[in-house]
């Protein structure tokens, strides 16, 4: 690997480190200051609203600068929610603001890839980026847990004396250190090497890449297996993704757990969906993925099941399940949808796609768990509607494609054959596809 490949992958971790650490810290202030629950669980949604909103230009925005640049611009912007949610500003308009900038990093980070490293090397890069973003996730909940534990608090209330530095909560100390993590992230992106990749400035009109990101939105989800692969994602990365902020709930609600416990069970969480992504990924057939769809159910139902579940040996071989099969079934619906995306528009195209569809699922699922929490629903009949919804959408799915099969079968037959490899006519297939 060249050595800026490294550079990348450095910055890319403190940045994703202080994400999901301030997402720790953000929780803790609105507790702090009084904040009702729905405030809590709207963070997510919050933190995704920009990707849906931006999803038509955030990939034409990256191709028109160095790509080293667009990072150190994005994590500024972050920096800037920082700071919004340190000296008064409302936590849930903060950690938007910090959505704002990952939503710009994100087809940055991927990008540059292509641009810097041969094809050879693209799998192997994207197994090391992955790997280190589910580290990194992994610690920033964790350090996100220890830094609003307040071990950090008594050392800035030292400097009270001598400096006023505003600082009364363990959650406002977490923020500062989260600042100096993102600084330092913003250190590496200056250090990113140019790649010399031809830059494409965005169009005069921003308005004139609406039509061609509806057209390929369109195109994705007319297509037999791309329409199954995409809904199963999204919903997935939508349930998912909220489980960050469910898992801390349920703790407290169940079993009775104050923040740096429950950041544990979280890690937990993202440990078995590393391991059922390793296992899917040595087990799994790209013209099989959409075999994997039941287990979206069995998902669905543990999920609703840890309503019920208040003891912590029950807890932990349950939260490790749930993990499991979300990585297990993610991974070769992901692949498979990256492999129509790429036949049907490209991959860029369909990366943007893909990235509007699963935020928006995080959108509206985060949403809907707020708004019942809202309406007074109890943390537990909350978490219990969400798994129940989950099982009832992947059974929806199931059915949707086996009337594919049954109206559709030769397409079908041919689009798995397709991912297969075989038929003399795959190449040809493919290139007609477009």
């Known amino acids: 690997m060249k050595r800026g490949f490294y550079t990348i992958m450095t910055a890319q971790f403190f940045s994703s480190l202080a994400d999901n650490a301030l997402f720790i810290a953000a929780v803790e202030l609105l507790r702090d200051h009084g904040a009702r629950a729905w405030q809590h669980a709207a963070l997510v949604p919050m933190f995704a609203l920009f990707y849906v909103l931006l999803a038509p230009w955030a990939g034409a925005f990256a191709d028109s600068r160095r790509k080293g640049q667009v990072m150190f611009i994005s994590n500024a912007i972050k920096m800037l929610g920082c700071l919004l949610m340190l000296f008064g500003g409302h936590p849930l308009l903060a950690y938007a603001i910090v959505g704002l900038g990952a939503a710009a990093y994100s087809p940055a980070k991927y990008g540059i890839l292509t641009e810097l490293l041969p094809p050879s090397q693209l799998v192997q890069a994207n197994g090391w980026i992955e790997g280190l973003t589910i580290g990194s996730i992994i610690l ?39 600042f100096f993590v993102y600084v330092v992230a913003a250190g590496f992106n200056l250090r990113i090497p140019d790649t010399g990749a031809v ?70 969480v993202v440990l ?57 079934i993610m991974v070769p619906m992901n692949a498979l949808l990256q492999h129509r995306g790429h036949n049907l528009m490209g991959a860029g195209s369909s990366i943007a796609v893909q990235n509007f569809n699963e935020q928006a699922a995080i959108l509206g699922l985060g949403a809907l768990y707020s708004f019942s929490t809202r309406l007074g629903l109890h943390t537990l009949g909350a978490v219990q509607l969400l798994g129940g919804l989950l099982a009832a959408a992947m059974a929806a799915i199931g059915l949707w494609h086996r009337y594919n099969l049954r109206c559709h079968g030769p397409e079908v037959r041919r689009l798995q054959a397709l991912a297969r490899g075989e038929g003399d006519g795959a190449q040809a297939a493919t290139s007609g596809e477009r």
């Open 272 to 328: 078995g969906s590393a391991a059922g992504a390793v296992l899917a990924s040595l087990r799994g057939r790209l013209d099989r993925a959409v075999r994997v769809i039941p287990l979206g159910i069995v998902m669905g139902l543990l999920l609703a099941a840890m309503g019920l579940i208040d003891s912590l040996p029950l807890a932990i071989p349950a939260l490790i399940a749930l993990g499991a099969l979300g990585g297990y």
């Open 140 to 178: 920033g909940i964790l350090l996100g847990g220890k830094l609003v534990g307040g071990w950090n608090l008594m050392a800035l209330l030292s400097l009270h004396g001598r400096v006023h530095t505003g600082i009364h909560h363990a959650s406002e100390a977490a923020i500062v250190a989260l």
């Open 199 to 268: 830059l494409r400035p965005m169009p005069r009109n921003p308005l004139t890449l609406l039509p061609d990101f509806y057209r390929c939105t369109v195109r994705l989800w007319c297509d037999k297996l791309g329409q199954i692969t995409l809904a199963s994602t999204t919903l997935l990365w939508g349930v998912s993704a909220n489980l960050r902020f469910i898992v801390l709930a349920w703790a407290a609600a169940a079993l009775h757990y104050e923040m740096p416990q429950a950041t544990r069970l979280t890690g937990v």
